[in-house]
C-alpha cells in the first residue's frame, strides 16, 4: 500500500462526513467562539492518540505474537463491516453527555476521530511494513488534516452538501471502504497460503 492509498484508507474510516450531524449536536449547545476552541483542543488531542498508536501498534503486536497474515486479514474484515455500516447506518448517536456539558476527549476525540477502527488502521499499517513509518505517518497527518477542515467548516458542509447529500457521501465512502477491506483480505489469504506452503516444503 503507498502512501496515498494509506491516507485514502484512514480518512475514509475517519469518516468526518458521516460524523458532522454528531459534532453539530454534540457543539450546539456551545456559544460559537468556545465551540471552536473546543473543536480544536479535541482534534489535536485525538492526532496525538493516533500517532501514539501508529508507533506503538508494532510493539503491540510483537507482543501478542501476531503475525502480518492475520493482522491483514483481520484488518480487511474489520474494515469491510465498517464500510457497511457506513452504507446501512444505524439510528442513534453516541454522544453520552448531559445537556449543555462540554466534551472533553470522549466523545468527539475518542471515539469520533480516534476511534477503535481507526487505531486497529494504523496497528496495522506500521505492521504491514515498519520500515516506512515516516510515509504512515504522513497518511495518517494528511487524512486527519482533510477531516480536521471538514469539521472546522461543518456548518458550511451541512448547508452545501444537506442531510440527503452527508448521507449520500456517507455511503459512497462505505462502498470504497469495502472495496479496500476485500483486497486487504484477498492479500492476506494470499500471504498465508503462500507461507503455509514454504513451511510445508
Known amino acids: 500500500m503507498d502512501t496515498l492509498s494509506a491516507a485514502v484508507m484512514l480518512f475514509l474510516i475517519m469518516d468526518p462526513l458521516g460524523n458532522l450531524p454528531i459534532f453539530t449536536s454534540v457543539l450546539k449547545v456551545i456559544e460559537p ?97 515498519p520500515t516506512r513509518m515516516v510515509d504512515w505517518s504522513i497518511a495518517l497527518g494528511a487524512a486527519w488534516f482533510v477531516s480536521a477542515v471538514i469539521l472546522m467548516f461543518s456548518g458550511l458542509f451541512q448547508k452545501l452538501l444537506g442531510e440527503r447529500g452527508l448521507s449520500a457521501m456517507e455511503r459512497l465512502m462505505g462502498m470504497i471502504l469495502i472495496m479496500i477491506a476485500i483486497q486487504m483480505l484477498l492479500d492476506g489469504v494470499s500471504a498465508y497460503i503462500s507461507h503455509a506452503a514454504e513451511l510445508a516444503r
Open 33 to 129: 467562539k468556545r465551540r471552536r476552541i473546543i473543536l480544536i483542543r479535541e482534534l489535536v488531542v485525538a492526532l496525538v492518540i493516533l500517532f501514539i498508536f501508529l508507533f506503538s501498534g508494532q510493539a503491540i503486536l510483537d507482543f501478542l505474537n501476531v503475525g502480518q497474515e492475520t493482522v491483514r486479514i483481520a484488518g480487511g474484515v474489520i474494515l469491510f463491516l465498517i464500510g457497511l455500516k457506513m452504507i446501512f447506518p444505524q439510528p442513534g448517536g453516541v454522544t453520552g453527555l448531559a445537556v449543555g456539558e462540554e466534551p472533553f476527549i470522549v466523545p468527539l476525540a475518542v471515539p469520533m476521530i480516534a476511534g477503535p477502527s481507526t487505531l486497529a488502521a494504523l496497528i496495522l499499517l506500521s505492521n504491514q511494513d
